[in-house]
């Protein structure tokens, strides 16, 4: 499993990348993709839509099902990546370059983990 | 298989029509190309539909353990009631006609028997039609009461697929809930879930899992406690019928599958018919129209201003209740139990042949159905809860329902239903033996199976992806 070092991640198994203080872009874990198998539908939320944080923003769905995905943090969505729209299996090929939208005003931030601590949560799960 | 497109051929054709002797007028805007029909002749249209029947899998070629689809055998006498001229012969708008309001009314009073309900509508189509007009009458009722705030429905983890998708049609809110360790409801999440803003619980019982909620009077109070109502899914009344009742457990409305329980055609050889019940207090918000008997006869009555207005035309689907209505005749009071109680033996009966080889999430006694976890296989060997769905292909019979409920990994749900034999589920248990000793020994070759079917392993990513939906003409 691929947990990169220089990003930020949410219990619920999104990973956020800043880019200032108050911007990030926010993706799906490598583990959240291996877990859910061939992606083959994306919905990603609406520009300016107010992302709270543990609420649902956007669902993707796998072979297997349809999952929700959580706000890891709070903000407004600046952006979507609508390359996903036709090509979600971006996702599986590469997670942490395949970003689902961008967000700024980012607040909240308190519960993300660092890679150490994202990795113990999928090790319990695990099990 | 060639399609019929494929088969065509220019200028063939199966009927003669006499030539035309009214003059002949074309209105401006009738399209006056031709449409780009298959051309075919009666010989060959009979054998395409016949390859094609030969292809599919239905009740009648196997065992069927789908689980939550109660996949029971279709009696031939509920084909032949519903064939009779007097059902069939008469238009939906002979709305006098005795002997099939008759039906409808007795097969109401018998299914609200059943269920613990007050009243009941034949228009919804199919179950998730059934889930979407019962929260259609929960949203009326906190309408009317101006509890407007009451937007979110409780579904726990281990309920129906349909009902998350339902509540959202009907503009709720989704609330998923977890299951405690013992797969029943946490009350306590449930109770946390409780609020203002609840508008009600969705619940399948027994669930998914294949397990009768033991708090069931509790869960229904603590939903009643703080102003919601509870929906009764009847995905899985097979296992209690004639044995306990949906109302008595505390739901105010449910939805019950014909096509499940009641043993009339499911899936492509249906229509489905999802018929929901309700206790008094919700009545009056019923769809369609109501069938009363006063000065000696069946009469039609309008439901008011209340009601949520038509979910369909006329009574639904109503041959289906007339199928239904043949096989609650032929069971009778007797027989409904016996249904529920042969239905959970045979579960029993196939679950105790596997459990010592496959791992069954169910630990004591289960109900209808019970769920198998390939997670250890699938990681120790690679063989998933697929392959050994797809070996079971080669074994003559229809695969378990695969990864659901979502709360197990590599999930094999399985449903005997009461009408298989004990040689048939021997039968079906030398097959899962069979395949778990083969794929111990060689993972490998069952990444390959089924090796008779007609299709293996469609790339069922590209099929989600890139669906081919129409046939593309090569000019």
């Not at chain 2, 006056?32 to 239905?58: C, N």
């Not at chain 2, 296992?239 to 096509?259: K, Q, S, T, W």
Request: hydrophobic share 35%; with cysteine; proline share 5%.
């Amino acid at each position: 499993m691929n947990t990169p070092k220089e990003l930020k991640y949410a219990k619920t198994h999104e990973w956020v990348r800043f880019t200032s203080d108050t911007e990030c872009e926010v993706g799906l874990s490598d583990f959240a993709q291996d877990a859910l198998g061939d992606l083959v539908f994306v919905n990603l939320p609406e520009t300016d839509t107010e992302a709270i944080r543990g609420e649902t923003i956007c669902d993707v769905e796998s072979v297997k099902a349809v999952s929700d995905v959580y706000a890891p943090v709070s903000g407004t969505v600046t952006a979507v990546n609508e390359d996903l729209l036709d090509s979600p299996e971006l996702i599986n090929n590469d997670p942490y370059g395949a970003w689902l939208f961008r967000l700024s005003n980012v607040t909240d931030t308190d519960e993300l983990l660092d890679a150490e601590g994202y990795e113990k949560v999928c090790a319990e799960e695990e099990q | 298989m060639k399609t019929l497109f494929e088969r065509s051929v220019a200028g063939r054709h199966c009927s003669i029509l006499p030539a035309c002797d009214v003059p002949l007028k074309t209105p401006d805007h009738v399209r006056t190309a031709p449409l780009r029909l298959p051309e075919l002749s009666e010989t060959d249209i009979s054998r395409h539909y016949t390859e094609l029947a030969k292809q599919t899998f239905g009740v009648n070629d196997g065992f069927y353990p789908l689980g939550s689809c109660t996949m029971k055998y279709n009696p031939k006498i509920n084909e032949e009631a519903a064939s009779l001229a007097g059902f069939t012969e008469v238009h939906p708008s002979q709305d006098h006609v005795q002997g099939c309001l008759e039906v409808l009314a007795t097969a109401e009073k018998y299914l609200c028997e059943i269920t613990g309900m007050n009243a009941m509508t034949f228009q919804p189509a199919a179950g998730a039609h059934g889930e979407l007009t019962g929260l259609m009458l929960i949203k009326r009722y906190h309408e009317l009461r101006g509890d407007s705030a009451r937007n979110k429905i409780i579904v726990p983890d281990s309920a129906h697929g349909t009902n998350p998708a339902s509540s959202a049609m009907c503009g709720f809110t989704v609330v998923n809930i977890p299951s405690a360790e013992d797969g029943c409801v946490d009350l306590d999440k449930l109770r946390e879930a409780c609020g203002e803003d609840t508008a009600g619980l969705m619940l399948t019982n027994p669930n998914t899992l294949g397990i009768f909620d033991k708090h069931i009077r509790e869960i229904t109070d603590i939903v009643h406690e703080a102003g919601g109502l509870c929906y009764y899914d009847g995905a899985n009344l097979n296992a209690v019928m004639g044995i306990a009742r949906p109302g008595d457990m505390g739901f105010d409305c449910i939805h019950l599958n014909l096509h499940k329980s009641f043993s009339t055609p499911h899936g492509g050889g249906g229509p489905g018919s999802g018929p929901v019940g309700c206790k008094s207090f919700l009545e009056a918000y019923l769809p369609g129209e109501k069938i009363v008997f006063a000065d000696g006869r069946y009469q039609l009555a309008e439901r008011g201003e209340e009601s949520i207005g038509a979910v369909r035309s006329f009574h639904g689907n109503f041959l289906v209740v007339v199928k239904a209505f043949t096989y609650l005749l032929t069971l009778g009071r007797e027989g409904v139990p016996k249904v529920a109680q042969n239905a959970v033996l045979n579960a029993n009966y196939l679950k105790h042949l596997l459990e010592g080889t496959y791992e069954v999430t169910n630990k004591g006694v289960c109900m209808h159905e019970f769920v198998l976890t390939l997670e250890r296989e699938k990681k120790e060997t690679g063989v998933s809860a697929m392959d050994i769905a797809k070996a079971l292909q080669d074994y003559g019979m229809h695969p378990p329902t695969m990864y659901f409920p979502l709360n197990v990994h590599e999930a094999l749900m399985v449903e005997p239903t009461e009408t298989e034999s004990k040689e048939t589920l021997d039968a079906a248990a030398a097959a899962f033996l069979d395949i778990y000793e083969k794929a111990k020994a060689d993972p490998e070759a069952m990444h390959h199976t089924p090796l008779h079917s007609p299709i293996g392993r469609p790339d069922e990513v590209k099929a989600a992806r890139h669906p081919v939906l129409r046939y593309h003409f090569d000019d």
